[in-house]
């Protein structure tokens, strides 16, 4: 017999009777994680499209001081903040952007009431930055969260990692890097390849935020959004470079074509309010999927090619997506960078903040046809996938829309971003390798036997000398392990090869369950010095500390 | 003597770099109104009035005696756990007496038992004095079921059912609550002590006043653990 979770809290409500448990029951209590279900929405009622869930592109502004600015500054758009940041010289050609850290209420679906949430510029997600390859920026994130907030989820404290960047240590959002409500942090961003390579140029990044303790609530919130990078291939239009779908064709806007879609599962009451247990340090799996801050949307397309660039920014839930018109996807890239050719495969299996750039081509689908994204990975705890089921969730509806097929100049070549410095030109370099395990320990879990200290280094790999890490986990949970500043190359799965779509550069890899228990990467920094984090991206086991610290010797 | 404390903490974090500003805007959400009250939803859903026994034998419940209008730092223990409750406990101790000189008594230490039957109030007020444990921190045995039924609302517990069964699992976790304000958290009670503390810190100061950035790092010596070992390529795959 289960006892549902209401019976419990009437349990905890008439507590203070004489017996809890009267005639000897013993409670086989439904996890602290286990919560009611959320209010029925019907799916594909909201539309997906630019100014709802495609947020804009953040405009630059005004260059503002950074050398000498004041204690409590003057921001180009008028408001004031204490600014933390120390003052630093920039570029000539350096961009500047100024984005607020605000309360908004906003609507994840019209059966619900509306929700405040925490955006970037007050948006959800938010606004997307985009980098230019050659072209530095220098960001002021100013937080202008409340300090009385009535919803409990998330502190108004922050630290901005741009996950996936190529970053100095003091620009990277360090967990204990932080700043509150009425201050400002400036970050900087080179916006160039390391050492120089041209396989190492950007293409899809994010950022979210990073504090320590409680970055979990506060991504929940909504403190997330997509930074992608133009380069000399990827230009982001179609007309030049590699001509991949974008939203430009030769200057031009067109679309949009290239879209991010960031995949987040949020829970909800019974009256549809937002909900987060914080006493649940498993990781945190919700049963709504919201595509962009919307659940279950649908998105209009023209008869053509589209890129999507999918993020998994769910705090623990892994997914693995098909198409249900059982067409396959065209991935071009993995996390930051573009694969060296594109690779075909009928699903993509993403962990929480890994990123898979996809094309799917709706040609030759009939005006009014619905193709369905389709989740068949459940999840229903922390711990690691349940395994595929049948027929699974579909999260985003996508419309096609045309009678005759729409132009499209875009292409996807078969050779994208060659890999001129891999594995076959590093491995007779490498001398060192080093033991990363990941194991549950006391309660909570430990990287190499030791939970997260803020002046520990576990790792000191000098500069432009590539390593070997063997990542080690067992099969009782996976951890999406993320390394801080420089893309790896997958190696062995166990010692076999890695599957297609590891086989490009990874930021991020899942380890532990039934995926590998033993990962060897090939890891090189060349350029900054310094220390960085690397932790798991369960980002609940993350703010219990599963993260360790390395620093480059020069 | 408090308050001066506070000051005297004030006057020391103004220094990090992230105490309030004087001038600041501070986002208006007072219209809003429908959100579930979230320190109500905590008592609820985590905080179970329980009946408790202290190590002095008094009959408690855990909301209204222990936790309601508290901060408090909540752990699960036994008295016969022989290799991380002792670490635990002196760790715990280190931190509570460090965050008494610095802020004053603001932190309830509970220690729970996990083997309620045996870990009588006799044993545990045992336990106490040979650890020499100061006040405000309060041991505490009870029901089996209700303890058990406690452990779960507060998070502690393992999702395999077979490890779950073994008490020494969940002994490493201790968790921070501010009840008034309805923050919580966990950390590890094998932290280092002024981790634990500084995390204290944390759930008792607002944002505005947590220390922040090389303060926090350096507080604790430096430490490695790097461990290197010779690369051994010969097991690879072979290179794409």
């Avoid at chain 2, 859903?45 to 222990?66: I, K, M, Q």
């Amino acid at each position: 017999m289960g006892i549902s979770r209401r019976d419990l809290l009437r349990w905890g409500i008439v507590i203070g009777g004489a017996a809890m448990f009267p005639g000897g029951l013993r409670p086989r209590l439904a996890h602290a994680d286990d919560l009611p279900p959320s209010p029925h929405t019907d799916p594909f009622i909201v539309e997906l499209k630019p100014g709802r869930g495609i947020p804009p592109v953040v405009e630059k502004v005004a260059p503002f001081n950074t050398q000498a600015d004041p204690g409590i500054c003057v921001n180009v758009d008028g408001s004031t903040a204490y600014h933390v940041s120390p003052p630093r010289a920039v570029p000539a050609n350096t961009e500047f952007f100024l984005i607020h850290e605000k309360s908004v209420s906003h609507s994840f679906h019209p059966q619900l009431p509306n929700n405040i949430l925490w955006g970037y510029d007050g948006l959800i997600p938010g606004p997307t930055i985009v980098a230019k390859s050659g072209t530095p920026q220098l960001v002021r994130f100013v937080n202008d969260l409340p300090v009385n907030d009535p919803v409990g989820i998330g502190e108004p404290i922050s630290a901005i990692h741009r996950h996936g960047g190529f970053q100095a240590p003091q620009d990277d959002g360090y967990p204990l890097d932080t700043f509150c409500t009425g201050q400002s942090r400036d970050y900087f961003f080179p916006n160039r390849p390391d050492a120089g390579l041209l396989q190492n140029e950007h293409s899809t990044n994010w950022y979210h935020d990073h504090s320590i303790d409680i970055t979990g609530q506060n991504v929940y919130r909504g403190l997330s959004g997509f930074y992608p990078y133009t380069n000399s291939l990827d230009t982001g239009d179609e007309g030049t470079g590699l001509q991949l779908p974008a939203n430009f064709y030769n200057g031009t806007p067109v679309g949009p074509f290239d879209i991010g879609l960031v995949f987040q599962d949020r829970q909800f009451n019974r009256e549809g309010y937002l909900i987060y247990n914080t006493f649940d340090h498993n990781g945190f799996i919700g049963d709504k999927f919201c595509v962009n801050g919307l659940i279950q949307p649908y998105l209009k397309v023209k008869r053509r090619k589209y890129r999507f660039r999918f993020l998994n920014g769910s705090n623990a839930r892994v997914y693995q997506f098909f198409l249900s018109t059982g067409q396959p996807f065209v991935a071009i890239g993995t996390d930051t960078h573009l694969l060296p050719q594109p690779v075909t495969v009928q699903s993509v299996r993403i962990a929480p903040a890994e990123r898979v750039d996809v094309v799917i081509d709706f040609t030759n689908h009939q005006n009014h046809s619905e193709v369905f994204l389709v989740n068949r990975l459940q999840q229903t705890d922390g711990r690691k996938p349940n395994g595929l089921v049948s027929p699974g969730t579909s999260i985003l509806k996508f419309l096609v829309e045309g009678v005759v097929p729409a132009p499209d100049p875009s292409q996807v070549p078969a050779t994208l971003l060659p890999v001129t410095e891999g594995p076959a030109q590093l491995l007779p370099q490498v001398r060192v390798q080093r033991r990363i395990k990941a194991e549950r320990s006391n309660g909570a879990w430990v990287i190499n036997g030791q939970f997260f200290d803020e002046n520990r280094i576990s790792a000191r790999p000098r500069r432009g000398e590539p390593e070997i890490w063997i990542l080690e986990s067992g099969g009782g949970w996976v951890h999406p392990v993320h390394i801080h500043l420089s893309e790896f190359f997958v190696l062995s799965r166990d010692g076999k090869q890695p599957p297609p779509l590891e086989r490009g550069r990874k930021d991020t890899i899942l380890i532990g369950g039934d995926v590998a228990r033993e990962t060897r990467i090939l890891i090189k920094f060349e350029e900054f010095t310094g220390r960085y984090v690397f932790h798991c991206h369960n980002i609940e086991h993350e703010d219990m500390r599963m993260m360790a610290q390395f620093e480059i010797q020069p | 003597m408090n308050v001066m404390w506070l000051f005297t903490l004030l006057l020391l974090l103004a220094g990090s770099g992230c105490s309030e500003p004087a001038i600041m805007q501070r986002p208006d959400v007072s219209t809003v109104t429908g959100p579930p009250n979230w320190t109500a939803l905590i008592r609820s859903e985590h905080l179970p009035n329980v009946e408790l026994t202290t190590h002095e034998g008094l009959a408690v419940r855990f909301y209204d005696d222990l936790v309601k209008g508290q901060v408090v730092a909540i752990n699960f223990m036994f008295t016969t756990c022989g290799n991380t409750c002792p670490l635990i406990t002196e760790y715990l101790a280190v931190a509570q007496k460090a965050l008494s000189e610095r802020m004053g008594h603001r932190i309830t230490l509970l220690s729970i038992s996990l083997e309620p039957e045996h870990d009588t109030p006799e044993r545990l007020r045992e336990y106490r004095q040979v650890r020499g444990v100061g006040p405000g921190w309060i041991f505490l045995t009870g029901r089996r079921d209700d303890i058990e039924f406690l452990r779960r609302r507060l998070g502690v517990y393992d999702l395999d059912p077979v490890i779950d069964t073994d008490p020494s699992q969940h002994a490493g976790i201790v968790i921070l609550g501010n009840e008034p304000q309805g923050r919580w958290r966990a950390i590890s009670a094998l932290s280092h002590p002024i981790r634990i503390r500084q995390a204290m810190e944390r759930i008792i100061l607002p944002p505005s006043q947590w220390p922040t950035g090389e303060t926090v790092v350096n507080e604790v010596p430096s430490q490695d653990n790097e461990a290197v070992e010779t690369a051994d390529l010969s097991i690879l795959p072979p290179v794409n």
